[in-house]
């Protein structure tokens, strides 16, 4: 049976909005048609709505909860996330791949409408065929609100009227947002390991940790913290098949350390590249630390490391 992305987002929505006030969140029906739930813009919002929001961009393929953790000694909860379904769950839905831009605004999107646009190489990579969806969900990382014509041109691509999209909407600086964005340590090593060629029928379960930072002052500094998280904080461990010599070839490429940006702080290398992601060298977006456990040959392979001392400096220091 297909498993429907967007169907399943869509539960996962509506449980939701059947606690929106506990979890502080606003539903609000847009003009033309389109629904946009605020999780963070200008609803408080809360760590469940980030909790939600993050199975929400999963397509409820998987678990996400908060357990204890420090980070240099001080208590740090962190964000851990479980998943049979990693490519399609991390890959098809997760992974913040669709710029969205209509006139003035601007946000990058994520969850299971991606499927139904259908529009990214990645897919093609992964040799996904698009999801037909009545109805499409995607999540957005933004400090505005989306207006008509954003859901207009959505709705277009998904081949949905403008009334059957659903947004929700966090900026990087807010309880929700931050969450939204940690619970993303599986997804950051799956697409590494997809740009590196590795097949990803291999990947069955992907389970991955990363620490959740103090809400940054604002965005720009969120976005070192919440990088930081993942790059120097995020173990993950994928349970996988077939051969050992490839994994003990291309593990050492994984982490964020085999990039040469690494080492510091995210907003001194976003700093140094004029806060321009795409002068940042890509191998940089990965985890911490890579398991991969074999299943079929039992063996365990471990690649990087934590960087606790540099979690310290972003997460403790003046932002």
Not at 198 to 217: C, E, W
Request: glycine fraction near 8%; charged fraction near 20%; include cysteine.
């Amino acid at each position: 049976m297909t498993i429907s992305l967007n169907t399943r987002a869509q539960r996962a929505v509506e449980s939701l909005l059947a606690n929106a006030e506990e979890r502080r969140v606003t539903a609000h029906s847009v003009e033309k048609g389109g629904r946009c739930i605020d999780c963070g813009v200008t609803s408080r919002g809360s760590l469940q709505a980030g909790l939600d929001l993050a199975r929400i961009c999963l397509a409820d393929l998987a678990q996400v909860t908060i357990v204890p953790g420090d980070v240099g000694g001080v208590a740090c909860p962190i964000v851990q996330v479980f998943t049979d379904h990693p490519v399609k769950a991390c890959l098809a839905s997760q992974y913040a791949g669709w710029a969205i831009s209509e006139e003035k605004y601007f946000a990058m999107g994520s969850g299971p409408m991606r499927a139904a646009y259908c529009g990214e190489a990645i897919y093609t990579k992964l040799g996904f065929r698009r999801e037909e969806a009545h109805i499409v969900v995607g999540v957005l990382e933004s400090r505005k609100l989306p207006t008509p014509a954003v859901i207009a041109k959505i709705a277009k691509a998904c081949a949905v009227p403008p009334s059957c999209v659903t947004l929700l909407v966090a900026p990087t600086a807010s309880l929700a947002g931050t969450v939204q964005i940690v619970a993303r340590s599986v997804e950051t090593a799956l697409h590494k390991l997809v740009e590196l060629g590795f097949d990803m029928s291999r990947v069955l379960t992907g389970y991955g940790t990363a620490p959740l930072p103090p809400i940054a002052k604002n965005d720009l500094a969120a976005i070192g913290r919440t990088n930081d998280a993942i790059l120097y904080g995020a173990r993950v461990v994928l349970q996988v098949t077939g051969d050992d010599e490839i994994i003990k070839s291309i593990g050492p490429k994984v982490p964020s350390s085999a990039s040469h940006d690494h080492g510091e702080p995210f907003a001194a290398i976003f700093a140094r590249y004029g806060n321009d992601f795409y002068k940042v060298d890509p191998h940089l977006f990965s985890p911490a630390e890579v398991v991969f456990q074999n299943i079929e040959t039992g063996r365990t392979h471990c690649f990087g490391k934590l960087a606790p001392d540099i979690l310290s400096r972003s997460f403790y220091g003046e932002a």
